[in-house]
């Protein structure tokens, strides 16, 4: 069937399945779209340039390593929120690299900050995570393709992770029947604490426990993203590419909105 339409003295023609091109053709239109802001290179050199000031100040002998290495992780995260040109990650590489270089101490403190700005950060395709979930057993990230994923990090002592519950779960009531899921990466006193209170009061659809090693406050996931505070989170869109990283309570609502409804319309 055919249905002929006049839209502003123009004749569209409509084939089938109407109920799709009727759904596209009618759907709310946002008056403008949420998005990561985008890295100028004047943004670039004062970040740069406010990372060396850092360094160059901090105290020398173990002083300096810990200051440097808070520096450089507080630097991959602020650098990572934000889309970069090629060129632009190629700069900030560089100059991580010949940190690294300038002196026996640092070689080791960048590694970290690298992997934050060359793969997690905004339009970077997420890395898969392979784990097991609360009851042991074995998921992944990448199962969840064709969804928007909210990625979670958090812990059952973390203050503020405790903030973001209840965003987290109007989240999950709002997008039952969505292609969105909320998947967090679980740590803290023990497993079984971890599932009793996702029992009580579940904040994702499912959880990786992330057995936290010894002296450390996260466990392997956490260490392969990086994670070294928390809470910790990466919305993903429905082809895996990292679109968010940190947006937290109202921008983090609508940010969902955005890609879930975006998600919705390409269906």
């Given amino acids: 069937m055919k249905v002929f339409v006049a839209a502003l003295g123009a004749v569209v023609v409509l084939t089938a399945p109407l109920t799709a091109q009727s759904y596209a053709a009618f759907a709310a239109r946002r008056p403008a779209d949420f998005s990561a802001p985008v890295w100028s290179d004047q943004d670039i050199t ?9 360094l160059g100040s901090a105290p020398a002998g173990t ?6 290495a808070d520096a450089l992780w507080q630097f ?5 929120s934000a889309r970069l040109s090629k060129t632009q990650e190629t700069r900030v590489l560089g100059h991580l690299d010949r940190i690294g ?8 403190l960048v590694s970290g900050p690298r992997r934050i700005v060359s793969a997690l950060a905004v339009g970077k395709t997420a890395p898969d995570i392979s784990g097991r979930d609360l009851e042991g057993r074995p998921f992944k990230l990448s199962a969840y393709r064709g969804k928007v994923v909210l990625l979670a990090f958090t812990a059952d002592w973390c203050a503020i992770c405790r903030v973001q519950a209840p965003y987290e779960r109007f989240l999950l009531d709002k997008y039952a029947r969505w ?3 909320i998947l967090a990466v679980e740590t803290g006193s023990s497993r079984e604490a971890a599932r009793q209170a996702h029992a009580a009061s579940p904040l994702s659809n499912r959880s990786w426990w992330d057995d936290p090693r010894p002296g450390e406050n996260g466990g392997p ?3 392969a993203w990086n994670v070294t505070g928390w809470p910790a989170t990466y919305l993903i869109d429905a082809d895996g590419v990292i679109q968010f990283v940190d947006v937290r309570e109202e921008s983090m609502l609508i940010a969902v ?11």
């Fill in 257 to 267: 909105r955005q890609l879930v409804e975006s998600q919705a319309d390409r269906k």
């Fill in 76 to 80: 991959a995260r602020r650098t990572q």
């Fill in 46 to 54: 004062g970040l740069l340039g406010t990372l060396d000031q850092v």
């Fill in 63 to 68: 002083a300096w390593r810990d200051a440097a």
């Fill in 101 to 108: 270089r300038s002196r026996p101490e640092a070689a080791p």
């Fill in 221 to 223: 996931i956490a260490a």
């Fill in 179 to 181: 292609p969105f899921a």
